[in-house]
Structure formats: C-alpha cells, structure tokens
C-alpha cells in the first residue's frame, strides 16, 4: 500500500527543492561572524599574544607627577583640553576645545592602555588556542593592578583629568577608565579555567565592586552619570562592564534604563545622528566615539528578556538606525557634510567596534567587509585612547 502524503507537504517539498524556501541550518550569524573575524585577526592576535607574554605588570605606582594631589596609589591624568595660559603661565590652565595638550602627564593612561592591550591580546589567544599559559600570565598582571599592597591602583578616579589650578580631578576623567572594560571582558573569557587563581580574581571581583560603588556615590562619579554627551554612555558602558563581571544586575538594571530613558531619546536626532557630538569641534571623531559606546553597551547589556539592539523610542530612534546614519560616512569620508575635526581628521576612521557588533546582530556583511578593511592597530595615541573595543573575539 501506497503511503498517503497531503499536498501541503508536496508542495512544502517543491518549494524546498526548489530554493523558493531556504532551509535554516544550524549556524547563526553570531557563528559566522565569529569564524570570519577569526579568519582576519588570528595571525595579528598571536603576534599580540606573544609580545603580551613577555611584558612584566606596570601599573600606576611605576611612574608620578608633581602635579598630582593623589598619592602614589591614585590615578592621575590631565584634561587633554587645556593649555598653559600664554598671558600667565604659570598661573591656571586655559582651555581649548578639541586641541590635545602633547605636554601633559601620560605615564598613568599608557600604563592603563598597556594593561588592557596586555589582556585583551591574552584572553583572545587564549580563546584560539585554550592554552593554559595566557592564564597564569594575565593573573600576574590583575595581581599587580588589583591585590597587590605595593602596586595596586586605588578603586577611584578622583585625580583623573585635573586641570592645573583650576580641579585637582574631574568627573570627565572617569571616562579614562574605558580600558578597563576589555580587561574585565578578559576575566570574564578566562574565569573559569582551573589555573585561574582564585584569590586574585576575588580580588579583582572585589576591587570592580569597590569602583562601581564609587561610580554611583562620589561627587565626580555622579556628576558623569548625568552628563549631556557621550560621557554620560561611557559612563553607563563601563559600569554594565564591570557589573557583568560582578554578578550586579541591579546596575545592569539601572544600565538599560539610562539607555531607553535617556541616551536614545536626549543624544540621537530623529535621522540617527548625534547632534551634541556634531556641534562640537570634532564632530567626526566624536560621532563615531559615542556610536561605538552606544552599541558597546548593547552588546554588553542585551539580554533575551532585555534587548536593547532591537528597542525603539517612540519616535522610530534605535541603535540599527545610529549605526545606518553613520556608516556610509566611515565607509567613504568623502561623503561626511558637516565640518572637519579640528585635529586627527585624518586618523579616523578605524576597525570600529560599532562595525563588527552591528554587523554580528543584523547580520549586514557590509558592515562587516568595511570594519574587515579598515586598520586593526592604530598607532596614533588619540585614536587607542577613543576606541574603547580592539580585541572584539573575546565580547563575541
């Protein structure tokens, strides 16, 4: 006897036969996108790795500055801003929006930057190749950072971009600590592996714990949490970060809601640009900066229940339509219509984060071919200080 098969399922069949239907497999785009950022960054991320294995920890007590009021556990850096003022210099520093001061102290930001290269080189090598030996090496590191009474830094930014004579330190300088969130991603990467010391990384636990209450009670933590720009994102990027590693949903929470609240509906025009980055003097630069913290915060804060890549205002704002304003600009800044940075106008763009995490959500592989051209290691000082994702394996 004959078995009896429905004309639903013929015709199911056909148009599977016949391409009309595309039958789903088993990769996502998150494992496509996984597989071809590995394919263009393997033999750059060993380099890295093996450059990372030979450098010892230097953290904030290898270098000071008379012009710090913070002792030699604090983190101290000065506004990029300001300059000595030509009719009295020696008297309070003069500012001059978008113009970096080359003469300013820098040994506690590089050493900061070096720490999260350090890391994110480790925990990417580590997740190619699950060799034990980037473990032990990145411990060392955290160690001296976090648990080490002779070379810790202090869990506060309260001497962070000081502006000679006017602020031993201000708010705008917790935004220096945006390279600590690829560190933290690094933990999180490598947590789980036997040889990682548990002390160290309740140690580290403890510290983030310590900053984020910081974050959320000091003066200057405060006054960034509200601030009208992208310092405010960078602000809510590195506290859901940091809370991720410490198991705080609460500030995740508070995250999401300053995202859906605040940044989408006050930050974002209506097109999907930014007008408070364009009104300033780089607002090139500046646009690409908050649109990578924006997106870098849905990367970290999304969740099946919370998913910030796919919420929408209102008034039709979202972050698919941030990344779609900007993009065609970083694709061809020819076609950029508003004014020219100041400065490093020429130095942007690079592999931005926003490119890589868009194109791994929406699957949009123009997105990801642009990122795949663009320069993965920058050496100019102001781009490394401004691109706060470069080692994007380990947040995928």
Known sequence: MKKYISPIVWMVCWLLASGCIVKKTNTSPVDNILKDATAVLQKQIMEEADWA???????VTGASSPLSAGGKHDFFSQADYFWPDPKNPNGPYI????????DNFQAHRKAMIRFSQVMGALAS??????DKKYVVHAVKHLKAWFVDPETFMNPDLEYAQAVIGV???????????IHFMEVVQAVIVMEKDTLF???VLAGTKKWFTQYIHWLNTSKNGLDEKNAKNNHSVCWAMQVASFARLCGNKAM???CSKLYKTVFLPNQ?????SFPLELARTKPYGYSIFNLDAMVTLCQIVSTPADNLWVYETADGKSIKK??????PFVADKSKWTAKQDVMYWNDWPVAQPFLIFGANRFSVKEWFDTWKQLDHQPTITEVIRNVPIRHPLIWL
């Open 95 to 102: 500012n001059r929006d978008g113009q970096s001061n080359p």
């Open 167 to 177: 602020f031993k330190g201000r708010s705008y300088g917790i935004i220096d600590t």
């Open 197 to 199: 010391d548990k002390e």
């Open 252 to 254: 995740l929470d508070t």
């Open 125 to 130: 090598a580590y997740k190619i190749t699950g």
């Open 268 to 272: 974002m025009g209506v097109d999907g």
């Open 53 to 59: 294995m030979q450098q010892e920890p230097i953290t």
């Open 322 to 327: 941030g990344i779609s304003y900007l993009y």
